[in-house]
């Protein structure tokens, strides 16, 4: 197997690699690896759709989009009286 070094990272960088990684149950190496894998997977060009995004492991924001979808059903059942 190669070993992949890679230096002069942000510390900003680091800190997020090593939340998600808490986050996933995984080591920060572990998932640095499923990071490059997912990415580098992709067929060239390819862009992820937001549904795609949201349901992925780069979705970091998906449970505060989903707070926003629930509120705006809230304001929209208000607004129709339901």
Excluded: C, Y
Excluded at 29 to 53: A, M, Q
Excluded at 56 to 66: D, F, L, T
């Amino acid at each position: 197997m190669a070993q992949l070094l890679v230096r002069d990272l942000d510390e900003s960088l680091v800190k997020k690699l090593k939340r998600r990684a808490r986050a996933h149950g995984v080591s920060t190496e572990e998932e640095h690896r499923r990071i490059l894998s997912e990415v580098l997977s992709r067929p060239d060009g390819k862009e992820l759709t937001l549904i795609e995004f949201l349901l992925s492991s780069e979705g970091e924001v998906a449970p505060e989009v989903e707070l926003e979808i629930d509120r705006s059903r809230e304001i929209e059942d208000r607004e129709s009286g339901i």
